[in-house]
Structure formats: structure tokens, C-alpha cells
């Protein structure tokens, strides 16, 4: 069985792009375990079984057979007590195991160079490089505490601090950058990297983007279907309600373009 891991940063379409990869029978990604918030992260500092230092956790989580097996023994327990048994998966038919997490939580807990180290491990990266339109998502994830949305919906717009706003680009610049140089680092032979217009282009798209994804796991393509939408879906002028007093704030600055340039695009 192979291993991969979805490498990406937060609010670039990850829960999107997992949730089309597990629509495929040969494909089990159990999604995020590093952030502190998460189920198997708790169960990491309650149980002394459980590998305690990093690298050795990441290990367990993507190596260890017993941890595979209980994991879809759970998730499939759940997709039958759903009325969806048949999306649950025969441990034999799954081909290829990963996770997905952000390079700030690498870089967070000294794992940065984890992945190099690694030559079994396929990586997929996937970039949101808007540095406007993740800006504003994350702030929105902020004020609404919505991660995903299988809905439709123009949602609610934002005030934000005309003074923060230079801080707030910058600090996804810097991720951006990070996460550039993490998978500058992997092999062109083991990494494939995708972007988030074209993981939310229209039907056509998608299709390709995952076609590409699918050959990249070396299983088999399967026609996947997009269940969760964009929680933004107004222009960037629209979702800031105070956007020119943004705007005047950083005049004169690179950051003055990007805003001009995201008013301009289409949501």
C-alpha cells in the first residue's frame, strides 16, 4: 500500500479536494492530525500508547496497520449508520493512505523537514495563491465558525480594521512563501501540485484537476462529485463592507494592487 499526504495551508479548498479523493474506493485520506484540535491529537496526550514525540506520532498515524485498520473500521461503521454503507471500503481495495495537513503546523511542531525525509510518501500540494480571497476567508471562518458548506449562499460580509489590514496580508504571504519552499524541496518525481481555481473551475475542470490527482496515486480515475461549495461567493468589494477604507490604509503599498486587482476578479 502506498502513502500520501495532502500538504496545503488553511482555507484553500482541502476539505473539498479530500472529500473528492475518498469518493474513490482506492483511496482512504483520514484528513488533518496535527492541529491540537483535533480527535486523534486528543487522543495522543491521553494515551501513553500512543507515540508522544512528533515524528514518531506521524509515523504511527501514516505507517502503522493497526492504526488504518481501525480507522476505516470506524469510518465505515459511521457511513453504515448513515445509510451509506456502500461508501464504506474492504481495507484490501485500499490502495493508497494519507492524511492532509497545513506547512504552519510542520513548521509549528519541528517537522518542516519531515516530508523530505520520507521518499515513500507522495505529496500533494495544493495552493490557494489569492492572498486577497484567503485573507478574507479566514476572517470570515473568524466571525462565522463555518469550515465547509454544502450549500449555496451570498453569507454575510465583514468589517475589518483598516489598521490589521497590512498584517493580515502579510501574514499570508509568509505562509504562502513557506509552503512554497516546503514542497520546492520534495522531488518532482514524488510531489503534484494543484490550485484551488482550478479544484473550483467549473464540472470540466474539477474532472481534469482529479483525473490528474487520480494518475498521480496511480489508482484508478472515478467520476467524483463536488458536495461542498464556496463559502464566499460575493466580490471581495461586496464581502468587506468597509473595502475603501482598507484600501486608503495600505495606499500607496504592493498591498494597495492586490486589493485593486481582487475588486476587479470574479468571485
Known amino acids: 500500500m502506498e502513502r500520501h499526504v495532502v500538504l496545503t495551508l488553511g482555507r484553500s479548498g482541502s476539505n473539498t479536494l479530500c472529500d473528492m479523493m475518498n469518493q474513490n474506493p482506492a483511496i ?17 496526550k491521553a494515551l501513553p500508547l500512543v507515540p508522544q514525540d512528533d515524528e514518531a506520532f506521524l509515523d504511527w498515524v501514516l505507517y502503522s496497520r493497526s492504526f488504518l485498520r481501525t480507522v476505516n473500521m470506524i469510518r465505515s461503521a459511521k457511513k453504515t449508520l448513515q445509510g451509506k454503507r456502500s461508501a464504506s471500503k474492504p481495507l484490501g481495495n485500499i490502495e493508497t493512505f494519507g492524511i492532509k495537513d497545513f506547512s504552519l503546523n510542520f513548521i509549528k511542531f519541528g517537522l518542516e523537514r519531515y516530508l ?18 484567503r485573507m478574507i476567508s479566514n476572517a ?17 460580509t465583514l468589517r ?17 512563501a513557506n509552503l512554497d519552499a516546503m514542497l520546492a524541496r520534495i522531488p518532482h518525481a514524488r510531489k503534484h501540485v494543484i490550485r484551488y481555481d482550478d479544484l473550483f473551475s467549473d464540472q470540466d475542470g474539477r474532472h481534469e484537476t482529479m483525473a490528474g490527482v487520480f494518475e498521480f496515486l496511480n ?33 500607496g503599498t504592493p498591498h494597495e494592487a492586490l486589493l485593486r486587482v481582487a475588486e476587479r476578479d470574479e468571485p
Open 219 to 251: 489508482v484508478a480515475p472515478i467520476r467524483t462529485e463536488e458536495r461542498m461549495v464556496k463559502i464566499i461567493r460575493k466580490p471581495v468589494s461586496e464581502v468587506i463592507e468597509n473595502f475603501e477604507d482598507c484600501v486608503e490604509a495600505v495606499q
Open 28 to 44: 482512504l485520506n483520514f484528513g488533518e492530525v496535527l492541529g491540537e484540535w483535533n480527535a486523534i491529537r486528543k487522543v495522543q
Open 116 to 133: 523530505d525525509a520520507r521518499s515513500d510518501l507522495k505529496i500533494i500540494g495544493l495552493l490557494r495563491e489569492n492572498v486577497v480571497d
Open 140 to 156: 470570515m471562518l473568524g466571525a462565522t465558525g463555518v469550515i465547509k458548506s454544502t450549500s449555496a449562499g451570498n453569507g454575510r
Open 160 to 176: 475589518i480594521d483598516p489598521a490589521r489590514i497590512s498584517g493580515l496580508l502579510s501574514d499570508i504571504e509568509t505562509e504562502n
